[in-house]
């Protein structure tokens, strides 16, 4: 079955810690991989996405991300964290449906990072 | 541009009662989403429109569930004789196209059922 799976459902770093946090992936073929932030009460804000090309795809806010197709994974990272960036993160990959170019996300459970001062 | 808005954003109803969610998507987007996030998880998908046509429901849209996207405009999400089950965030969510733009999220109405 097509899946994302964050292993990580909390997380606690310093501030000024590096950050980083897992997903993997399990689809037939390689998927449009993404991942959001949602702060409490609010919906969902795209950091950064992955279609093809680069491995390495720079997202707003100072994230990254890594694709490494050989261990299905799309690794988020940021070298220096922030107590703004206190949320819970999203893994998402679109995988479609109904035929034709029409796609659904799938998203991992999520990863609540809270960071201490 | 204002976004996807949706409305209300909270929503306290009694179980047997009858509610219904608006969501407004951002103008130019012909694809609509809907989800459902309840806690400690991720949003998981539940309808999915092209312009009107309701193209996709997942087996979580149970027949007590329906929605429209008339003129393929804004859409509603109802969910009748509601169940404590059902308490949950439900998110809309638009785009412009297909798996490789961004699908722009509402802050979600939030349901709770007594």
């Known amino acids: 079955a097509q899946s994302v799976t964050q292993p990580d459902i909390h997380i606690t770093v310093s501030e000024g810690a590096s950050l980083e946090l897992r997903c993997n992936y399990s689809y037939g073929a390689t998927p449009y991989l993404f991942w959001y932030v949602q702060s409490p009460g609010q919906g969902l804000q795209l950091l950064l996405k992955?279609?093809?090309?680069?491995?390495l795809v720079q997202g707003i806010k100072g994230f990254e991300a890594e694709f490494k197709r050989s261990q299905s994974s799309f690794n988020l990272r940021k070298p220096s964290v922030h107590w703004s960036d206190a949320a819970e993160y999203f893994c998402a990959a679109a995988m479609r449906i109904s035929g034709g170019s029409n796609y659904k996300l799938t998203f991992g459970k999520g990863t609540l990072l809270t960071v201490n001062p | 541009d204002t976004g996807v808005s949706q409305d209300p954003r909270h929503k306290i109803t009694k179980r047997g009662q009858n509610v219904t969610f608006r969501c407004d998507p951002i103008?130019?987007?012909?694809?609509l989403y809907w989800y459902r996030q309840t806690l400690g998880q991720g949003p998981e998908f539940l309808t999915y429109?092209?312009?009107?046509?309701?193209?996709?429901k997942s087996r979580l849209l149970s027949d007590r569930f329906s929605a429209e996207r008339p003129k393929g405009s804004f859409s509603t999400l109802e969910i009748q004789r509601t169940e404590q089950g059902d308490s949950a965030m439900y998110l809309c969510?638009?785009?412009?196209?297909?798996?490789?733009?961004?699908?722009?999220f509402g802050q979600g109405t939030r349901l709770t059922v007594v």
């Open positions: 992955y279609f093809s090309g680069d491995t």
């Open positions: 429109f092209q312009n009107e046509a309701q193209l996709e």
């Open positions: 103008s130019e987007h012909n694809r």
């Open positions: 969510a638009s785009s412009l196209g297909g798996a490789s733009t961004e699908a722009f």
